[in-house]
């Protein structure tokens, strides 16, 4: 399986509501990440786990909260958004630097995204 | 703090022409990343720059890295509409991190 997917492909939420998004990769890679991505703007970090445990968190709201299962896994559950959280948000994962032949390198594999609308 | 800098931010051009996306970045780094995003979907990896000097190519893309100027260039040759997108390079901040910096992206549009 080479492939990340995520769930659901499209979230509407009014700003009272708890919401979950799902993200899971069995490619073996001990790396994962959370990106918001606005429309016409680069990926922009939110939250980085590192063989399960948080390693970065680019000092998101609190009302965004990652949680990382097992290393195939990756939550993010939303709580109390505003409408200014709309956008697409993006997971991603990486393998470790140390197998990739000692090259160091951290390309990261994209899954499809979730369509978030705060309402 | 290192800053990633792509240039031009938009781009139309004709089918058949040839034209080259720059990506310049502020402090040193050996690994260089290309992206490409079709608009409403996700982030597709298309080269992976290790070394100064490296070049890879894909069908009509070609991508270069040279570590000294700081710079990473994708090249397109004989342009068709198919490959019309976002293209974002990203840069790898520190070999102690995850982390890596994205340029603004390209968008470029290629006319029929």
């Known amino acids: 399986d080479t492939e990340v997917t995520q769930t659901p492909k499209h979230l509407v939420m009014g700003m009272t509501n708890k919401k979950s998004l799902k993200c899971e990769q069995h490619?073996?890679?001990?790396?994962m990440y959370w990106y918001k991505q606005k429309a016409k703007k680069p990926p922009e970090l939110m939250f980085v786990y590192s063989y399960e445990k948080l390693s970065i968190n680019e000092s998101v709201p609190s009302r965004f909260s990652p949680e990382c299962p097992n290393s195939s896994l990756l939550n993010l559950h939303l709580h109390a958004l505003q409408p200014e959280d709309s956008a697409l948000y993006l997971c991603a994962s990486s393998q470790d630097p140390s197998v990739a032949g000692g090259l160091g390198y951290n390309e990261q594999f994209f899954g499809p995204g979730t369509r978030l609308t705060v309402l | 703090e290192l800053k990633v800098e792509q240039n031009p931010l938009f781009l139309s051009m004709q089918e058949g022409k040839n034209y080259t996306i720059y990506c310049n970045y502020s402090?040193?780094?050996?690994?260089l990343y290309w992206y490409r995003q079709d608009p409403g979907k996700s982030l597709e990896s298309l080269f992976v720059l290790l070394s100064n000097g490296a070049v890879k190519q894909e069908g009509r893309l070609m991508a270069s890295l040279d570590t000294k100027a700081r710079l990473s260039t994708l090249h397109i040759t004989a342009a068709v509409h198919d490959l019309s997108a976002t293209y974002f390079c990203a840069v790898d901040k520190t070999r102690r991190d995850d982390k890596i910096i994205f340029g603004k992206g390209t968008r470029l549009h290629i006319l029929p």
């Open positions: 490619m073996g890679h001990r790396a």
């Open positions: 402090t040193t780094s050996d690994r």
